[in-house]
């Protein structure tokens, strides 16, 4: 499905929920702009203005839905402010590769009142200026980019795990599989990105996030 649209909108795109009712109200009690809602399990194609604004609710996101949506974004090629909601206090190795340009990043404890300060700003075209300021990223900054060694999915979240410190075990009962196949998946890893060892691979992410 192909949507089109040459004036300013708010984008939200979340899960059907009695809460995003309330804040679909809210926003269009104090935003001056019209505000679309879209249902994040039914990504569609859609064009709009380079003044308008897209809020992705990554609590409401399937693994499916973070594969699609950025992909849709990619290709629509809009210069839409994005921002991303309700993420944990840091952006895993996964997220970083995904979102390839986001504008700013709201935690899963942001109140209404504080997204509705924060897209005021954006369309005053400002950067969320708050205590989550080391989330954001430029426009221009694109961590797939940077040398990433073409990681699969699977291996992007292995990586995660691996840098807060799980062991081979945890990590194959969190994805539900063998140990060996944990060991093989890093060694697929670290050959991809050009390291030898768990502390190198850790340094590998750090450099990637900050430069």
């Known amino acids: 499905m192909l949507n089109y649209t040459a004036e300013q909108k708010l ?3 979340t899960r059907p929920s009695v809460q995003n009712h309330l804040l679909l109200e809210r926003l269009n009690q104090e935003i001056k702009i019209p505000v679309v809602v879209l249902n994040v399990k039914k990504p569609m194609m859609f ?3 380079e003044k308008s604004i897209f809020i992705y609710d990554t609590d409401a996101a399937s ?3 973070n594969k699609v949506w950025p992909k849709l974004l990619a290709e629509s090629q809009s210069s839409m402010r994005i921002c991303l909601l309700n993420c944990s206090r840091a952006l895993s190795v996964y997220e970083k590769s995904i979102w390839h340009r986001f504008d700013t990043v709201l935690p899963n404890d942001t109140t209404p009142g504080s997204l509705v300060k924060a897209i005021k700003n954006m369309m005053q075209n400002k950067h969320e200026d708050n205590a989550n300021a080391c989330l954001q990223t430029s426009p221009e900054q694109t961590y797939a980019d940077k040398n990433s060694g073409n990681l699969t999915i699977r291996e992007y979240e292995i990586l995660h795990e ?3 410190g799980e062991s081979n075990a945890r990590i194959a009962q969190s994805f539900f599989i063998s140990e ?3 060991r093989t998946h890093l060694y697929n890893i670290f050959k991809k990105i050009s390291v030898n060892n768990r502390i190198q691979a850790v340094n ?3 450099h990637q996030l900050i430069n």
């Open 162 to 164: 691996l840098c807060k």
């Open 180 to 182: 060996n196949t944990v």
């Open 47 to 49: 064009y709009a203005s």
């Open 11 to 13: 984008f939200l795109v």
């Open 204 to 206: 590998w992410v750090n």
């Open 63 to 65: 693994s499916k839905s």
